[in-house]
Structure formats: structure tokens, C-alpha cells
């Protein structure tokens, strides 16, 4: 299983599509990480760009967010990976949170505009 996580610094970036980087954990059989390699972000909203399609391409199937707009949710889901929304803290402390099963999704969507632009599930 690999997993993907909006990074800045050590920590869940609070929205998807402005992170730093993505962190993306290996984790092995018995529900353990493995090893973990960085992905930069492409510049832009995540929702337009390529980076559900490299994520899948590198066989990550589960994304662990903060905030994302229903565009990305779209994205994400249409290149076969599950989102958590509404997470923060340290990002292995997360991603061990999830391997726990202490981790749902939120439900959530942002709707925010940065540069005029919308993120919705209109992208």
C-alpha cells in the first residue's frame, strides 16, 4: 500500500493543492511504513494539474489531507485513490494514526478562492 500526504515541513498541509510536497509512505505487509520518498508539487491547484495521474502511476491509493476543494476530491477518486480529509499534525504521527484505524474521512470540502479561481466540483 502506498499512501500520500500533503506535505509543508513536517506537518498535513492544510489544503491539498498548495502543499510543499507530497510525502508518499511504503508501507509493508503488516501495516508498518516501510520507507517513504517526496514528491514535489506541481505549481497551481492540485484539481488542474497531473498529480492525481502521477500519484496513481506510482501506485498510491490512499491520499491523507487536510482540506480540499470537491475538485480534487473528483480528481483523485476518478484516478482510483481514497481521500482522508481533515487531518493535521506531524505527518507520521498521521499516517501511523491512520494504520491504526484511528483516522476517518471528514467530509469536508473547502471552498476557497485564491487568485480568482474556485476550487469546486466544476473542474
Not at 19 to 47: R, V
Not at 53 to 59: H, P, R, S, T, Y
Not at 80 to 90: A, D, F, M, P
Not at 95 to 102: H, I, P
Amino acid at each position: 500500500m502506498k499512501i500520500a500526504v500533503p506535505t509543508r515541513g513536517e506537518v498535513v498541509d492544510s489544503h491539498f493543492g498548495h502543499c510543499e510536497f507530497y510525502t508518499i509512505f511504503n508501507i509493508d505487509e503488516n501495516k508498518k511504513i516501510a520507507s517513504c520518498q517526496t514528491l514535489p508539487s506541481p505549481q497551481g491547484c492540485g484539481c488542474k494539474s497531473n498529480i492525481a495521474q502521477v500519484l496513481e502511476e506510482l501506485g498510491v491509493t490512499i491520499m491523507i489531507a487536510g482540506s480540499m476543494g470537491n475538485g480534487a476530491l473528483i480528481v483523485l477518486k476518478k484516478h482510483n485513490i481514497e481521500v482522508y480529509r481533515g487531518c493535521e499534525g506531524k505527518i507520521i504521527d498521521v499516517v501511523n494514526n491512520f494504520l491504526s484505524g484511528g483516522i476517518k474521512d471528514s467530509g469536508e470540502a473547502c471552498s476557497h478562492t485564491d487568485d480568482n479561481h474556485e476550487c469546486s466540483e466544476n473542474h
